[in-house]
Each structure stands twice: as structure tokens, then as C-alpha cells.
């Protein structure tokens, strides 16, 4: 298959769906004119949204194997409604996912569904695979969120997060410095003058939603199956590297890879561009030997190992 040239993937971020709270999820897709070889959902991190350029260049490469790729910005940011960057449990965040998910499956049926999440979005799409473990073909985690960096999860916040997120949910419990997400000075400007971006303090309605999901979401490690490939830079300032580590090697799958970027800062897709570059390869390479050829079932790949 040829690869389509950028004139050729059509973008249409025209859809949305109401969600269980009746709000409303805006959606974005790339694609080819051909049939897909399977599905893609791209899960953005907090704070942040699909409309982002990072997703786009990722959009297209994977468009670019015969893919067909969507995503929407999760409820509390970007163009969806509700309350910015704050959610009443992780699972609502997961259930947007789910019910995206069927919708596209309902027009491409027979297709294998991949899941792919940076960030927070990592942790979501663990969520959903946790839940619905056979619906699912593979999950790419590109600096999950499977735990805090120890300077800004502190024993004081994590406990003031859990005592007051459900009365004061509002309540301020950290700061994101921009800085601490890429090595790139022009991603760092984006970031800061990004209207759709949430440059808030992190509140404690949403750490007390997100800490007991990841907590959980490590626990069960243990049953995913799935073929998985985790991606962190070791200078990640925001999602625990070694947390990683340690789900990856909890995880059952016998189709299982751990990548490490040295030096690199938490936003993979945006730092410098060696390393953004590297990453992205390395997520094409992946599923170019994982994706099922054109109208045939997926293949089955055995491959346990952590690169450096």
C-alpha cells in the first residue's frame, strides 16, 4: 500500500456526540479514500487537546500505514464542554472513550481497534482496555500516567487532594510549568499561547478522580494481555518514569515492549526534534509489524523486551 501524500488524508472535525452528562464531545478524524486496515483512537494528555499539532503529525503517519485514526477532546477540554480540566471520576473520562469507540466500530465493522494515549490519555485507554479487554487489538502508552513525579505528588497534596477534592474540588493543589513538557522552546511558546490548552492549577477535584484510576490501573496490570509498547523519556518532570517500569513488568502480555528516551522531558511528541523524530518512528515501526494486511486478520507478534 502507498502511502497517501498529505493532500489525500481527509480531516474532518466537524462530529461530536453528547455523553452520558448530555455534554458535548468534539470529535476530529484523519483518513484515506481506501478501506482501513484498522482503527486508531488517539487519547490526549491534561490540559491538552487532539487539535494539537503533535496528534497531527501522528494522525497522518498512522493514516499513512492504512489506518483510519479519531479522537475527540476529552470532557473539560479543548472544544468539549464541561468545567475546565476537572472531572468527577476517571471513569467518565473512559466512558467517552467506550461510546467513541462504537461509534466508529458500527461503520467499520471486522476492523481491529488500537488504542493509543499520552499522558493522562495513556492512563485512559489502560482504563478502557482494563474494562473491555477483548475489544481491543493493542495499546501504545506514550508517557502514560501510571504515577506522579515524586516533586510534585507529595505526601501533603496527595493526602489535602483526597480530603478536600470532594467538598472543595476547585481547590488548588499544584502548578504545571510549561517548561517541565518539552526541551523545545517553540513547543513551550505553543503550549503557553494556546487558547485551547488549560493553564490553570491542577485542582484537587481531579487528583482525587485520578489517583485511585491510576492506583487501580497498576493493580490490574497483571490481567492485560494485549500487545503493548510504553514509551517515556527518563527526565520526565510529570509522569513517573520508573511507575512505567513497573507496570510494564507486571503486565501478562507476551507481546510486550518498554522504550526509554534519555534525557527526554514528559511530552515525547514535542521535545527536541531527535527525539520526537525517534518516537515517532518508533510508534509506525510498531504497528507496521503488528497491523493485520489488507483484508486479512490481524497477526500475531511475540516480542517481550525493554530497550534503551
Not at 484523519?30 to 483512537?41: C, D, I, M, Q, T
Not at 476537572?86 to 471486522?110: P, W
Request: glycine share 6%; proline share 6%.
Amino acid at each position: 500500500m502507498s502511502a497517501p501524500s498529505a493532500a489525500d488524508v481527509k480531516v474532518d472535525d466537524s462530529v461530536f456526540f453528547y455523553n452520558g452528562d448530555k455534554q458535548k464531545i468534539v470529535c476530529k478524524s484523519w483518513r484515506a479514500e481506501s478501506e482501513p486496515r484498522a482503527l486508531v483512537f488517539l487519547s490526549h494528555g491534561y490540559s491538552e487537546h487532539c487539535h494539537d499539532p503533535c496528534y497531527d503529525t501522528l494522525a497522518r503517519a498512522l493514516v499513512g500505514l492504512g489506518c483510519y485514526v479519531f479522537a475527540h477532546d476529552h470532557v473539560g477540554h479543548g472544544l468539549s464542554e464541561g468545567r475546565r480540566a476537572m472531572v468527577k471520576s476517571a471513569d467518565v473520562y473512559v466512558d467517552d472513550i467506550l461510546k467513541h469507540v462504537d461509534m466508529e466500530r458500527s461503520r467499520f465493522s471486522n476492523k481491529p481497534v488500537y488504542l493509543v494515549g499520552h499522558s493522562m490519555g495513556g492512563l485512559l485507554v489502560v482504563m478502557a482496555a482494563q474494562r473491555r479487554p477483548h475489544d481491543f487489538a493493542g495499546l501504545v502508552l506514550v508517557a502514560p500516567l501510571l504515577g506522579i513525579d515524586k516533586d510534585l505528588d507529595t505526601f501533603f497534596r496527595r493526602t489535602l487532594a483526597r480530603v478536600v477534592g470532594f467538598l472543595l474540588p476547585a481547590f488548588p493543589v499544584a502548578s504545571l510549568d510549561q517548561k517541565l513538557l518539552s526541551r523545545d522552546p517553540e513547543a513551550v511558546r505553543r503550549f503557553e499561547n494556546d487558547p485551547l490548552r488549560y493553564h490553570g492549577s491542577v485542582c484537587a477535584g481531579w487528583v482525587a478522580a485520578i489517583i485511585p484510576a491510576l492506583e487501580t490501573a497498576v493493580e490490574q496490570a497483571n490481567h492485560e494481555e494485549l500487545p503493548i509498547f510504553i514509551q517515556h523519556g527518563t527526565a520526565d518532570k510529570v509522569c513517573d518514569p520508573e511507575a512505567s517500569k513497573v507496570f510494564f513488568d507486571k503486565v501478562a502480555s507476551k507481546d510486550k515492549t518498554m522504550k526509554t528516551y534519555p534525557e527526554a522531558y514528559h511530552d515525547l511528541l514535542c521535545d527536541i526534534e531527535d527525539v520526537r523524530q525517534q518516537v515517532l518512528k518508533d510508534i509506525v515501526d510498531w504497528f507496521a509489524t503488528r497491523l493485520p494486511p489488507e483484508q486479512a486478520p490481524p497477526s500475531v507478534v511475540g516480542d517481550t523486551s525493554v530497550q534503551h
